[in-house]
């Protein structure tokens, strides 16, 4: 069993920064994937930014404000955010494709949230 535990989230004033954190743990053989998602009141869930194989994805209204990187060593990706708006206030999820490394399957994993608000 693989779990995702996600820090790092709370209140800050806009222009602040906040650096969330992932950490994946258990029997990990390989991640595919792993990067945030997040979700605003009354909002469906969207992509924010993601390692997918070679390639990293941002949403573009994060575009210059937000950095993600990981330390595979740590399985653990950390999404840094700058300039935040009241717009960015949502709960970030992590999320990781992971491929097991005692019977190697692989299955998609999503942290339980952690709540970013900006606001003064």
């Known amino acids: 069993q693989v779990q995702l535990v996600e820090s790092g989230g709370g209140l800050v004033q806009p222009g602040g920064s906040l650096r969330l954190s992932c950490e994946a743990s258990g029997s990990i053989f390989s991640i595919y994937a792993m990067g945030w998602y997040r979700q605003a009141p009354g909002k469906q869930r969207q992509l924010v930014a993601v390692f997918d194989g070679g390639s990293t994805n941002y949403a573009d209204s994060v575009k210059g404000r937000f950095t993600i990187s990981r330390d595979n060593a740590k399985n653990t990706a950390y999404l840094q955010m700058n300039s935040l708006k009241p717009e960015d206030t949502a709960v970030y999820y992590c999320?990781?494709?992971?491929?097991?490394?005692?019977?190697?399957?692989?299955?998609?994993?999503w942290g339980h949230g952690t709540q970013v608000t900006v606001s003064s």
């Open positions: 999320y990781a494709k992971i491929d097991h490394a005692d019977y190697r399957y692989v299955n998609d994993y």
